[in-house]
């Protein structure tokens, strides 16, 4: 089970952080990744970071104002959003895979039930 939370409505030029709890499964065995969908739009890979956290990447449109860390002894995925733009407004979805794949727009067979993210002055 992966369940986000952190969700909120902010300013722009704002931070949140985001939390995928996973329960039911070894995190260290799993790549993550969290992705997002804005209302009328398809689902867009943000970050993902390998089971061991040695490699990660993002999509250009956050590259450099995102970070995803996690803590396997926590059974948790972060994703820090600093700088944060209207643009960025979406329901964000963790999920997780059993094989580390770059591209963060790779499917992922399981999900979380998403958190809203709200950008807006």
């Known amino acids: 089970q992966l369940v986000e939370s952190g969700g909120d409505l902010v300013q722009p030029g704002g931070s949140l952080r985001l939390s995928c709890a996973v329960s039911g499964f070894p995190l260290d065995y799993y790549t993550i990744g969290w992705f997002r969908q804005a209302p009328g739009k398809e689902r867009e890979g943000v970050a993902c970071i390998s089971a061991h956290g040695a490699n990660a990447n993002y999509a250009d449109s956050v590259k450099g104002r995102f970070t995803i860390s996690r803590d396997n002894a926590k059974s948790t995925v972060s994703l820090q959003m600093d700088s944060l733009e209207p643009e960025d407004t979406a329901v964000y979805y963790c999920?997780?895979?059993?094989?580390?794949?770059?591209?963060?727009?790779?499917?992922?067979?399981?999900w979380g039930q998403g958190t809203q993210v709200t950008v807006s002055s």
């Open positions: 999920a997780a895979r059993t094989r580390w794949e770059y591209d963060p727009s790779a499917e992922y067979p399981y």
